[in-house]
């Protein structure tokens, strides 16, 4: 395990989003480095009066707002002088230490251009990017390249640099005492999702699979989260108002992780119906996947690639059309599940821990 080190991280999301790979990386290299979330997107100009944002406090981690010192930001060329003045600024500040510059996003690609013999640059890469230009240049400049999943590698195997499979996906492992009663009567079998509430769900299948099967109680657990051009594209809202009507369906969401794992506690199936006709869907790794299986909950989800692998086959259902879901539900709901199966699923999601995957992470970059 990395030790005594600087790590800089450039966030995009909110410090508290659902998708929380940024979140629990920085977390769990702070036991033992300094890290600094390096926040360009609250940036502001030096001479204006603003207001500081605030942000939660953690041991051993800085939250660094960005400083603006060239006016006139609309101008495309000043904006890009902003950007590499701000970060060439805080490595001035840091230049006595070794640092490593993790990046999750490739719009940050023009950080990793920078260069020196006490900078390290990594991308982590956990999802699939739309931005195929920035990304190759994040690629490109970067020292290391890394996935989380088979399919990411497979997808980015012809590109200018080689992808470094991490066979470790990062999850939470909690505190089972921790864990909250979830307030849920349960005089039906569950049907549940956890995560984000947004365009990505297969609202036709939702619809289908609701109004068809009164007998199973569905829940759906999870911020709603917008996205202006996908919600138009695919009538989110319109999709959201219909299913809510049934009275099968519970909607709700919590801030607390265990509330939520309380929920997974209660759930008989546990379900990702992601719309496979969106290509991230189909590349994604779905973090939610290690709760079901470490709460020892079957799982039927939509076909993503990398939850076909061979590592998931006794665990989790790929179903590909509506009679699928039903079918699969259904044979859970039959107890065709074995304890042995859900045992190997909870050890599976313990061998994904984030501590296993940045452990494997450090064993490659140790010794530069």
């Known amino acids: 395990m990395l030790k005594n080190q600087l790590i800089i991280m450039p966030i995009d999301e909110s410090w508290d989003h659902s998708a929380d790979f940024l979140r629990q990386t920085a977390l769990t290299l702070s036991s033992q480095n300094q890290v600094i979330i390096y926040d360009q997107k609250n940036a502001y100009f030096f001479l204006k009066k603003k207001e500081r944002l605030v942000y939660p406090k953690h041991k051993n981690i800085e939250f660094h707002q960005v400083k603006y010192f060239l006016p006139f930001r609309r101008f495309l060329f000043l ?36 260069k020196n013999r006490s900078i390290i640059n990594l991308y982590d890469c956990v999802d699939y990017c739309e931005d195929f230009d920035k990304e190759i240049k994040l690629i490109k ?15 980015h195997q012809n590109k200018n640099k080689e992808a470094i499979y991490i066979d470790a996906q990062g999850f939470f492992l909690p505190d089972e005492k921790k864990v909250k ?50 919600d138009i594209l695919f009538r989110t809202e319109f999709w ?7 009275q099968n369906v519970t909607f709700g969401k919590s801030k607390n992780r265990y509330e939520v794992y309380g929920l997974i506690k209660k759930i008989d199936v546990a379900i990702i119906p992601y719309n496979p006709k969106i290509t991230f869907n189909k590349y994604c790794y779905p973090m939610k996947v290690f709760e079901y299986l470490y709460f020892q909950k ?58 296993q995957k940045i452990n494997k992470i ?7």
């Open 362 to 368: 450090m064993k490659i970059i140790d010794h530069y």
């Open 79 to 114: 904006e890009k002088l902003n950007r590499l003045f701000s970060f060439w600024f805080l490595l001035y500040q840091h230049r006595f230490s070794k640092k490593i510059v993790w990046i999750f996003y490739p719009n940050y690609y023009d950080l990793a251009k920078i």
């Open 141 to 155: 400049n970067v020292n290391y390249f890394f996935v989380n999943s088979l399919a990411l590698q497979k997808l």
């Open 240 to 246: 959201l108002k219909k299913i809510k009507k049934y």
């Open 298 to 355: 079957p799982v039927v989800s939509s076909d993503i690639k990398e939850l076909n692998s061979d590592k998931f086959k006794k665990l989790v259902k790929i179903a590909k059309k509506y009679k699928d879901w039903n079918k699969n539900i259904q044979d859970f709901l039959n107890n065709n599940h074995s304890s042995t199966d859900a045992q190997q699923g909870q050890k599976l999601a313990i061998s994904n821990s984030w501590q």
């Open 181 to 230: 009663e979830a307030k849920l009567k349960k005089n039906k079998p569950i049907i549940g999702f956890v995560g984000g509430i947004n365009y990505r769900l297969d609202f036709v299948l939702l619809n289908q699979l609701i109004k068809n099967n009164p007998q199973w109680h569905f829940v759906f657990y999870g911020p709603k989260q917008k996205f202006l051009k996908e």
